[in-house]
C-alpha cells in the first residue's frame, strides 16, 4: 500500500492525514527496529515520537552520570553483522553521550529517519469495528488511518512523582529522566536529590564534588554492586567483535539475555566454594553476582540470606561510619529482589562534609515550598535546586498515556487501572491489531538485558504480522481464554519468587493505586523466547485472526 494523504485543517494549521499499514510509537532501541522490519516487509510505515530526535530512553535521560549497566558489547543489535561491526565503544560501560551516538548512527546506517516523525506524541488511538482500522491523532493535529499499531514506549520512561507545591519553588527543579540538554551549573548550590535507586546513584555520585552542598532524601537503601568500566582501544573492540556470531548464538537463551548465566547450583556446592563463586563474580564489576551467581537467590529465603550478608560485608568495609552502614546497607529486603545498580564511589561521596542523608522512611516529603522540602515533622530543608530520581510508573505507564480504545469502545487505561493483563507482553485481548514491546508480563528491564529481550518482542510482532498479511487476513487478537492462561502461568512463575514478596517497581508498588503484579515475566529470557516461538509455529494458536 502506498501512503495515502490528504490534507485538512487542524487546530494547529494545516497538517497531512495519512492512510497507513503500520504505526509505531517510539522511536528508542525497539522502535527503530520495528520501523525497520516492517518497512523491509514492504509496509508503509511511520515512527511517531514526541523527542526531537532518536534514541528512547537514551534521548531523555542525559542526567549526570547517566550510562549502560550492560556490557556495551551485548547491548546491541544482532540481526546484522555488518551493522554490529561499523560500531566501537570507548569502554565496557559507556556513558548516555556515546549511547545517544550510536542510536544515531543505527537511524543513519539503515535510513530510518525519513520514516519518522519526531516533536510528535500520539494522544489517541481507536479501533474503529467498522473498517477494522485503528484511527490515531497526535498532539500536531495528524489523523493517521492504520491497519497495525505498535507500541514501543520503553518500559522505563513515564516519569513518577511529584510533590505538592511542587511549581511554587523558588529554585530550580529536574526529573531526571527529563533532563535538559544544556548544561546545568552546580557550583556552590545547595541540591536535594529526591531517590536513590540506579538513577539516583549515578547523579550522586557524580554530582557530589560540584555542589556545594547535597542532601540525598532516602527512604529505602539499596544493595550495589561496584563498576569496574576499562576502557577500549582498537585490540579490544577487535576481540568483542570477533564474537559476534558467539552473542547471536547464546545471548536469546540465557535467563537474562546477557552472556553469562547460571552455571552453580547452592546445593552441589561446598561453602568453600560458594564463597569462591560469589568473589568471582563481585569481581567482575558487573551484574554477574545478581543475575548469573546462584537461581536459588530468588527463591530460596536461606541463600538469599547468605548472599545478602555477603553484600552488606562488602559495603560495610567501605563505610567508614557505624551511622552510615545503618542508613546505607539494606537489612529490611533480600539482594537481588530490588533493581540492582553498578556504581562507581558512590558509598565514598557520603564520607564527603558536603553530602548528608535525610531519612525520609518514619518522616516523609510532605510538600514543597517556595524554600525548599519540608518533611512530614514540620522541617524544612532549604535548597537552591530540587532533582527528583522518583522512577517511573513502569511497564504500563508510558502506554496509559495514550487513549486507547479497542472493540466496543473499550478503554486499555480503565482496564490496566483495575488489573493489567496482557499475552506474553504482546498483544491485548479486546484490541485487535496492537502490538506491545516492554510492557507487563514479558520479560523486561527487571530481568533482562533489554536489547536482547526487545529484539526477540520486534521479530515476532514482525512475523505475525507478516502471516496476517499472507493469509489475506484482516485483524489478529489473543482470545480471552488464551490471555488468562498466559496471566495465570505469569503469576505462578512470579509468585514463586521472593520478588514478589518485596515491595518496588517490580511490583508497581511505586505508584499509589497501581494494581499489584509483578511486571517482568520471571521465567527466564531463552524460555519465553521458546513458548512464543511455539505460539508462532503453531499458526497461532490461540489467537483470533479474521
Not at 441 to 458: E, I
Request: glycine residues 8%; contains cysteine.
Amino acid at each position: 500500500m502506498t501512503e495515502a494523504v490528504t490534507k485538512s485543517n487542524g487546530h494547529n494549521g494545516t497538517h497531512v492525514t495519512a492512510k497507513l499499514d503500520a504505526v509505531v510509537v517510539g522511536a528508542g532501541v525497539a522502535g527503530l527496529y520495528q520501523l525497520y522490519r516492517l518497512r523491509e516487509q514492504g509496509l508503509t510505515v511511520r515512527a511517531f515520537d514526541a523527542a526531537s530526535g532518536v534514541g528512547g530512553t537514551w534521548y531523555w535521560n542525559r542526567y549526570p552520570g547517566a550510562r549502560f549497566d550492560s556490557e556495551s558489547y551485548i547491548y546491541q543489535y544482532l540481526f546484522s553483522e555488518e551493522l554490529y561491526k561499523g560500531w566501537s565503544w570507548s569502554e565496557r560501560f559507556p556513558g548516555q553521550p556515546e549511547i545517544e551516538r550510536w542510536l544515531n548512527y543505527v537511524a543513519d546506517r539503515l535510513d530510518l529517519r525519513k520514516d519518522i516523525q519526531f516533536g510528535t506524541a500520539i494522544v489517541s488511538a481507536h479501533f474503529d469495528d467498522a473498517t477494522q482500522r485503528w484511527r490515531v491523532t497526535t498532539d500536531q493535529g495528524d489523523v493517521v488511518d492504520t491497519q497495525f499499531i505498535i507500541t514501543c514506549c520503553g518500559m522505563l520512561s513515564a516519569p513518577h512523582v511529584s510533590f505538592p507545591g511542587q511549581d511554587t519553588f523558588g529554585g530550580q527543579v529536574f526529573h531526571t529522566a527529563r533532563w535538559p540538554a544544556q548544561p546545568v551549573d552546580f557550583a556552590g548550590k545547595r541540591v536535594g536529590i529526591v531517590g536513590n535507586g540506579a538513577t539516583g546513584i549515578q547523579v550522586i555520585q557524580t554530582i557530589a564534588s560540584e555542589v556545594g552542598h547535597l542532601k540525598v532524601f532516602m527512604r529505602t537503601p539499596q544493595y550495589i554492586i561496584p563498576m569496574k568500566n576499562p576502557k577500549y582501544g582498537a585490540a579490544d573492540a577487535e576481540a568483542y567483535k570477533s564474537k559476534f556470531k558467539h552473542f547471536v548464538e547464546r545471548l536469546p537463551h540465557t535467563f537474562t539475555g546477557f552472556e553469562y548465566d547460571f552455571e552453580h547450583a547452592w546445593a552441589a556446592l561446598t561453602a568453600e566454594r560458594r564463597r569462591e563463586v560469589l568473589e568471582d563474580c563481585w569481581s567482575d564489576g558487573s551484574l554477574k553476582l545478581w543475575i548469573s551467581s546462584f537461581a536459588e537467590l530468588f527463591f530460596d529465603d536461606a541463600v538469599n540470606g547468605e548472599i545478602s550478608e555477603f553484600v552488606r560485608e562488602k559495603m560495610r568495609k567501605r563505610l567508614k561510619d557505624p551511622k552510615l552502614c545503618d542508613l546505607l546497607i539494606p537489612q529490611d529486603y533480600g539482594f537481588g529482589t530490588h533493581r540492582v545498580p553498578l556504581e562507581q564511589n558512590f558509598l565514598e561521596a557520603f564520607h564527603r562534609p558536603n553530602v548528608e542523608i535525610v531519612e525520609v522512611k518514619n518522616n516523609p516529603i510532605e510538600c514543597v515550598t517556595r524554600e525548599g522540602i519540608q518533611l512530614a515533622d514540620g522541617t524544612v530543608h532549604e535548597l537552591d535546586m530540587i532533582i527528583l530520581a522518583t522512577g517511573f510508573d513502569a511497564g504500563s505507564g508510558a502506554v496509559m498515556r495514550i487513549d486507547v480504545r479497542g472493540r466496543g469502545g473499550r478503554s486499555l487505561k480503565d482496564e490496566w487501572s483495575r488489573d493489567i493483563r496482557t499475552t506474553m507482553g504482546l498483544q491485548i485481548h479486546g484490541y485487535p491489531n496492537l502490538f506491545t514491546t516492554a510492557v507487563p508480563l514479558a520479560p523486561s528491564a527487571a530481568l533482562c538485558n533489554m536489547t536482547t529481550c526487545l529484539q526477540q518482542q520486534v521479530e515476532w510482532i514482525d512475523d505475525c504480522i507478516r502471516y496476517v498479511r499472507a493469509n489475506s487476513l484482516a485483524v489478529v487478537e489473543p482470545t480471552k481464554e488464551t490471555q488468562d492462561a498466559w496471566v495465570a502461568h505469569h503469576d505462578e512463575v512470579a509468585n514463586a519468587t521472593l520478588i514478589a514478596k518485596t515491595n518496588s517497581w517490580y511490583l508497581g508498588s511505586n505508584v499509589k493505586g497501581k494494581p499489584r503484579r509483578v511486571l517482568s515475566y520471571c521465567g527466564g529470557v531463552g524460555a519465553y523466547r521458546q513458548k512464543c516461538d511455539e505460539v508462532a509455529a503453531s499458526g497461532y494458536q490461540g489467537f483470533a485472526m479474521r
